[in-house]
């Protein structure tokens, strides 16, 4: 398998609240090939976040296997689970999740200084900065960037590693029209120009759209495949 392949064989996840069972996800089966963009479409509740979780090893699966690559993380410690993250996952998250005391350039920083990779980190930085048009910005916190120059942020620390994969969780969901459009032509653009695998978990039909593919997921079954 090549890193950027992610399986999801007969995955099921629930949940115990004393004496209920809640199933959140139903034998989900699911192969994505590398570079492929994949949406994930479906109602509120449906399962589509914790999906996600699971095949970024977040989350455990009650049963099942998950396979990035040829790892079968499904089991994995989390200090190895820590390691293939840096090697092949990167997230975008709807929130963003930048920290806030940190500038653009030293939340990009971190990621690289977390996964040991130090080697020409400036230039990366810069390269990344470039990519995402926050050149000019890169000295600023995120509460002194919009959304769209933190969601931007967000993306460019994501890539710092060069993932082969990158998992997004409603990538556009906090913002405006106009920037929903900007980040969603920097996610697909980088992504397909680079040959990296992208899934991204959408309620925007418009969005998923532009995927080579979607899956919906309904009641935490997968349901449909729409090429």
């Not at 994930?40 to 399962?47: C, D, L, N, Y």
């Not at 120009?193 to 997921?217: K, M, N, S």
């Amino acid at each position: 398998m090549g890193k950027g392949e992610i399986k999801m064989l007969d995955v099921r996840k629930e949940f115990r609240t004393g004496s209920e069972v809640l199933t959140i996800l139903k034998e989900v089966n699911i192969e994505i090939k590398s570079g492929e963009v994949v949406a994930i479409v479906g109602p509120s509740g449906s399962g589509k976040s914790t999906l996600l979780g699971i095949m970024a090893g977040l989350d455990q699966p009650t049963s099942g296997e998950v396979w990035l690559g040829d790892t079968n993380i499904t089991k994995l410690s989390e200090s190895k689970m820590a390691k293939i993250r840096g090697e092949l996952l990167g997230f975008v998250f709807q929130n963003y999740n930048l920290i806030p005391r940190l500038s653009a350039y030293e939340n990009i920083e971190l990621a690289l200084i977390l996964n040991n990779k130090l080697r020409n980190r400036d230039v990366r930085i810069k390269e990344l900065l470039q990519a995402v048009g926050l050149e000019e910005r890169k000295q600023h916190l995120p509460g002194q960037m919009s959304g769209g120059e933190q969601q931007r942020a967000a993306i460019a620390r994501a890539l710092a590693c060069d993932p082969p994969i990158v998992l997004a969780d409603e990538p556009t969901g906090n913002l405006d029209r106009k920037s929903s459009k900007q980040i969603a032509d920097l996610l697909f653009d980088t992504c397909r120009d680079e040959g990296r695998t992208l899934v991204l978990v959408t309620h925007d039909l418009e969005l998923a759209q532009r995927a080579d593919y979607i899956l919906r997921i309904d009641d935490g079954i997968l349901v449909e495949e729409v090429a």
